[in-house]
């Protein structure tokens, strides 16, 4: 293992959190370290720029988004070398999570450059912690994908995951993404939805998964703003159709295809050692799909 040591002589880097929609949420620390540092690396510097002048700062801005982090990371670097203290911030939030950033950390450290946060606002704890549902364990997935085929084949293989599961979403998919869960997880997950975190119309949806999905629908702004989408995990009965290296649900399939469905509970328990019940309830499930 290697510990790399930060430089003495060089600047420093700071992950710097900023408000996810009030600005009152900025700590004093960060608005301090925004107002002595060199340069400001902003995920969208015109976004930036508005805090920035909110809050009376005046430094120069270095644009750092997905699309040219790696072509930037040098010119950023040579100045942490050089000295220079350097800010990172997001559009909104904590850098890195879900945002550009970690090409650069990355790269900082491996050069020995010290790298120090700077907490504050962050969207998927926020919403974790006023969902209600387990947070001892957490999966955050970021991002599902866009589109509706490669959507479903990544909540298929989270159906099993016992942690809390927590997503980003944008206003224009969280119709499909909710209606997406409650088919593949089923219509009784229950899910907890954080919409406009922190801002005027912060509203939380929970319940069901088909009870959400019906109250989006029927809120005339259940298709706005951005969300944090929480998922509980899988009960033990569920996550527990995996024995060993034999997938449950594969098997239930196969019986189904030949047997009725209390003979396929039978049969199955006696292969996995799993219960009967809890095994014709779910042939059962499948058989209706």
Do not use: W
């Not at 301090?32 to 508005?50: F, M, N, P, Y």
């Not at 907490?119 to 599902?144: E, K």
């Not at 033990?236 to 509970?265: F, H, N, R």
């Amino acid at each position: 293992m290697q510990t790399l040591k930060p430089s003495d002589s060089g600047g420093t880097l700071y992950i710097v959190a900023t408000p996810i929609g009030n600005l009152e949420d900025l700590s004093s620390r960060a608005a301090k370290v925004l107002s002595e540092v060199a340069v400001i690396a902003a995920e969208d510097t015109r976004h930036s720029g508005r805090l920035l002048q909110h809050l009376g700062i005046n430094k120069p801005l270095i644009a750092l988004h997905d699309h040219n982090e790696r072509g930037r990371v040098k010119s950023i670097l040579d100045q942490l070398l050089a000295g220079a203290d350097v800010a990172l911030i997001s559009d909104a939030g904590t850098p890195l999570i879900s945002d550009p950033g970690y090409v650069l950390v990355r790269e900082a450290r491996a050069e020995g450059v010290r790298v120090s946060p700077i907490p504050g606002p962050c969207a998927l704890v926020a919403a974790l912690s006023a969902a209600g549902l387990p947070t001892d364990r957490f999966l955050f997935v970021g991002f599902l994908p866009a589109k509706r085929t490669g959507r479903r084949t990544a909540l298929d293989e989270l159906r099993k995951e016992i942690s809390t599961l927590v997503f980003y979403e944008s206003p224009h998919r969280i119709l499909d993404t909710v209606s997406d869960i409650m088919e593949v997880m089923g219509a009784h997950r229950e899910i907890v939805l954080g919409r406009e975190i922190t801002k005027t119309f912060e509203t939380f949806y929970s319940g069901e998964a088909a009870q959400v999905l019906s109250a989006l629908t029927d809120d005339p702004h259940g298709s706005r703003g951005e969300f944090v989408v929480m998922v509980r995990g899988a009960d033990k009965a569920e996550s527990g159709l995996m024995a060993g290296a034999l997938d449950v649900d594969q098997l239930l399939s196969l019986l189904i295809a030949e047997l009725p469905v209390k003979k396929v509970a039978k049969i199955a328990s006696g292969l996995t050692g799993l219960g009967k019940n809890e095994l014709y309830q779910r042939a059962l499930e499948l058989k209706d799909v």
